[in-house]
């Protein structure tokens, strides 16, 4: 078991503040890791790094913008200072901004999507995976979402970043590897989290008879794969995309269509 410690382990979080990302971030500091934890809201960050301090573990909160460049720049930087060093990030923050047709989409909408969902991405990896690859070691773990294989209407610019998301997962594992650095993905699919509320108030009995296990995911269901890709019990894993979705992955049609993961 100690294969799947993250004892001596420093993570940070991206969207911790509530949802996938709160659960992951206290699963890594049950698991023994100190994590640095980032979203926009500062209140909601503040109570989740006590909790983690309550487990005994080192806790930095990061207020960030994650649309932001310089924030990230910044808020990188200040958990390579607080916590020593990073052995593992999980970009999480995100999230699908609105529901619109294809055609009805201005483009500082569609920007704004690919912002939040892509460039963030990207601007997490070249900050933080600069020190991973130098430090010969780091392991980078994504969070798309089952819209990324199983896109749906209305959430175009959603579904294409995530879609990108996984694709830049396969491209940093090949590019990293050699460095020691492993990169994988997790797919979420339907979790009953605030970004899915508004589907889950509606159809959740409708969305649960689709889904093979018959229930929505809960956060927790996102943990155990997240503390697996940290831990050295993947150690010879890299440029995965790991379905957590109960198995609504391998049912066609994905019905009702909507936002995922987050």
Known sequence: MELFSLAGKKALVTGASRGIGRAIAVGFARAGADVAVLARSAPELDALAAEIRELGRAAVALSCDVTDAADIEAAVARALAELGALDVLVNNAGGPLFNAPFLE??????SRALE???TSVVGFCQ???AHMVKRGSGSVINVDSIGADHP?????PYCAAKAAVVNLTATLAQEWGPAGVRVNAIAPGWVR?????????RDRDAVAVRIPLRRWGEPEDVVGVAVWLASDASAYVTGAHIPVDGGIGVVAPQAPAGPTGG
């Open 193 to 201: 989290t605030e970004i899915n509320r508004r589907v889950y108030d």
């Open 116 to 118: 939040l969902n892509l």
């Open 152 to 156: 749906g209407p209305l959430v175009a």
């Open 105 to 110: 989409i201005r483009p500082e909408g569609w």
């Open 127 to 129: 900050a933080a995976g």
